[in-house]
């Protein structure tokens, strides 16, 4: 025989196919047994896998794999094995507990009848002894009441599941009455709840229900982060379009207090707002109709919202009064910091009070009789306000007294009038045409038009606004736009340029400039935040003062209030986060509808408006002298004296209703904040 036919093909073979350890295919002659050189087909014997160099399968896959296909055999084989594992378990450790009893009956039958009673109720089987048929129906009994427990337990359960996971998705109905209800999701809602939950009311709680389109759980994550502790006010989240009456009688807005619709934060979707002003309406019917405060960010939306919400209802323009807080403060620095301070309830605030005691007398006198509260006008019976109304006004049983005070309870009026210094008083001196302004606005969006049309009906004739913007399509149509809408009562000049780019900004002499305003561009969803560029431009400006070495007012619009926490402070900047001075103002007007007159006023061209005046124009300044001798002094000038800005204290100085027998020494750059005749 040849070599050749002695020799296989090489394969490993493992020791249970009779070889020893070690050997192999490769070591074996055709002198062996043919049964050893047999292979059995890939895959059928168990324990080993086809192909070379392959290992044995282990037995916990083997398990797996079992108990997997175990699973898919329903519920049946499911519970077979488990009084299988159960039996298994149950009947050796009864057998031990019965034959290590030393009370245990010596008869074999009868230590097995102990075992199966054991076994019997710890499975709850009856445990029954005696004839086959007894024991059966033992059983049967005990499978009938397991069956029964079991199939009640899993009701209950389920029922119990199916309403949690409803309760979590927020489509319960809430059966409240007196709520406050908040309709949409927007920048403005952690400012608005946090200000509801911030307002002080005779009430021993307070409910909070917001409707928006958005994951129950996922709203109050986001509102306990911003609002933090809320004390007796409970807030409750729904899921719904408010858009959807169906999903608005979840928050019942028939029996609210006042019901708040926010904005979305694309003004493209302000007819969003019209639609549930639209479902409002129809849900509550016009025999009752609740209190309502909306908000659209496009005029063009205005007319159709306010009929939507019909005479009852307040519509705010966010853009227009964002547009006039920046040109006001842009022109008076630090007035944004009263705006705040009146919007927010942390402080002081707008009040009506009634007072009996009032009555007959004049207003004046109602506010010299006011120690610790400052009276700025007068509510009439027919829901009419008078702000800042002559000094002879006289007041009537019906009227009511609007009040800036720190709570509605604080106003009280006393017998005698707080004292005043006369040889303190003095008298603002004659006012003389204003010379021209030179205003710079950094950046354009569409605000700027407003802004520019603002500028030129409170700017004296001559004034310049110098823009500086990229010289996009958007930017150049509103730029005409705003040329054609001050029709030559300012000079409207467009520099293109980015404002983000220090070569831009140092291009620009500063110096020659009466104030500042910073615009980002349109914050729209899925593009980057308006303030990065903000912030940017801000870090140029500030170094361009430095240089200059001229204080120059500057005021920034921001869209989040947590960015101006980080802007780079320099002297004579300001901040009017417009987004949260809305959510302040319709948090307000929800609180007393008497307001919407007062800060339509207060924010108008004309009529009285806030105003920072110099200490001077009402005291002698370089002594010291009571609050009460600026209010008096203020009122002989046709004005209502509200506070005062230190020029010397820390933080701005700003104090809002000082106590009339407050008394300080006035610096002759102490600033008299008044409400007073534009």
Known sequence: MRKEDEKVVPRQRGAAQGAGPGRTEETRTADEPPAHRTHAPSGTRSGHRSGPGRRVRPVEQRFHYWFDTTLTRGTAALCGWLALVCLALVVPVSTVLVWTDRH????????????????????????????PLRVALSVLLALIALIYVSTLVSLITTGLTDRLIALNRGHARILESGHTVVLGWSEQIPTV????????????????????????????????ASVGATGRTRIVCRTGRPTDPAALARVSPTTADCVLVLPRDDPRHDAEVVKTLLSLSAAVGGTDPVRVVAAVRDDRHLGAARLAGGPGATVLDTDDIAARLLVDCARQPGLSLVHQELLDFAGHEFHTVRRPEASGRTFHEAARACPVSTAVGIVHGDGTVALNPPRATPLLADDTLLVI??????????????????????????????????????????????????????????SALDVVAEPH?????????????????????????????????????????DAVIVLGPDHRPGHPDPDDRTLVTLLHLRAGQRASGR??????????????????????????????????LMTQISQNPHLTAVFEELLAPDGNTLRLRPAAHYVRTGRTTSFATVAESAARQGACAIGYRSATAPDHGLRVNPPKAHVRHWHPDDQVVVIAPG
């Open 193 to 224: 709840v946090s200000e509801l939950v911030a307002a002080r009311t005779d009430r021993s709680r307070r409910i909070i229900a917001v409707l928006a389109d958005r994951d129950k759980p996922a709203m109050e994550e986001e509102l306990r």
């Open 104 to 131: 245990t009956p010596a008869s074999l039958g009868s230590r097995i009848a102990a075992v199966w009673r054991n076994t019997g109720q710890t499975m709850r089987l009856g445990g029954e002894v005696g004839p």
């Open 405 to 462: 005070a720190e709570d509605e309870h604080a106003t009280r009026l006393s017998v005698t009038p707080v004292p005043y210094d006369p040889t303190a008083l003095t008298h603002a001196p004659p006012g003389t045409p204003g010379r021209p302004e030179h205003v710079l606005l950094l950046g354009w969006n569409r605000r700027a038009p407003r802004i520019a049309t603002r500028l030129a009906s409170l700017t004296p004739p001559g």
């Open 551 to 584: 204080r120059i007012p500057v005021v920034t619009e921001m869209t989040d209030d947590r960015n101006r926490l980080i802007a780079p402070q320099f002297p004579g900047a300001d901040f009017v986060v417009g987004g949260r001075l809305i959510g302040l």
């Open 473 to 513: 399509a958007d930017t150049l149509t509103g730029i005409r736009t705003a040329t054609e809408a001050v029709d030559g009562r300012m000079t409207v000049l467009h520099r293109p340029g980015d404002p983000t780019l220090s070569e831009t900004t140092d291009a620009l002499d500063l110096g020659r400039y």
